[in-house]
């Protein structure tokens, strides 16, 4: 069974361009999540999906950031423009609900 | 809100030793689940082992094992015969009973964990 995957796993950019990250989640995980690495410390929620439905946005910096989560399968988040202290590593896991949450190998983002 | 400490940045040990990794957490509830995750340098976090607060015997998972202590909130993982490919970092992490809005993973800072050959 394949895992949770995203891509790209590396992304460098300069501060106050856009870019967008993908996950795609295991078959069948109706709830999906993305964190937010910094560097050194433990993974923090960003926004958590209940099929197409965002159930937990609060910790998303909405005046820069979107997610998207159509279908309720595929989703992408977006960072637009993106800052120098959004250098971080971004994680999507899925879960089927109030199951274990699987992670993705998330994408290290760098702001130049 | 809930918090989770990992007191020990770093640590290391000798290859086939056993070690174990701190944590203590706060809250209020009386009902949560505790977890241990494992993130090798692929950044991929690994669920090492699960602890469900109402239950008092503590969990193994073949060389892991916990020692939960609810009253004093504390939650350490021992890893026995320790091996090459247990280095990594080890995040302690709390949530609470999954409920519609409560399926957030509440994370401590890690423990940096080095075998040595």
């Known amino acids: 069974e394949a895992g949770v995957v995203q891509s790209p796993r590396y992304k460098i950019i300069e501060k106050k361009q856009p870019v967008a990250f993908w996950c795609n989640p295991i078959?069948?995980?109706?709830?999906l999540y993305w964190y937010l690495q910094n560097l050194g410390q433990g993974p923090e929620l960003l926004i958590r999906?209940?099929?197409?439905?965002?159930?937990?946005d609060s910790q998303l910096p909405k005046d820069r950031f979107s997610a998207e989560r159509l279908k309720g399968v595929d989703s992408t988040l977006k960072i637009q423009p993106a800052e120098l202290g959004d250098s971080a590593v971004y994680l999507c896991a899925s879960s089927i609900q109030g199951g274990e949450q699987f992670f993705g190998p998330g994408t290290r983002l760098t702001v130049l | 809100a809930q918090t989770v400490t990992q007191s020990q940045p770093e640590m290391s040990v000798q290859e086939a030793e056993t070690v174990t990794l701190s944590c203590t957490y706060d809250t209020s509830e009386n009902n949560y689940y505790l977890f241990w995750y494992k993130q090798p340098p692929s950044r991929q976090m690994i669920l090492v082992i699960r602890q469900e607060a109402y239950k008092q015997q503590n969990a193994t998972e073949n060389r892991f094992s916990v020692n939960f202590q609810k009253a004093a909130k504390s939650f350490s993982l021992k890893i026995s015969d320790s091996q090459l490919g247990d280095t990594a970092m080890y995040f302690c992490?709390?949530?609470?009973?999954?409920?519609?809005?409560?399926?957030?993973?509440?994370f401590g800072t890690g423990t940096r964990l080095t075998i040595i050959p």
């Open positions: 992490a709390f949530m609470k009973p999954p409920n519609f809005g409560n399926e957030k993973l509440t």
């Open positions: 078959s069948g995980h109706n709830t």
């Open positions: 999906y209940e099929n197409e439905e965002a159930v937990d």
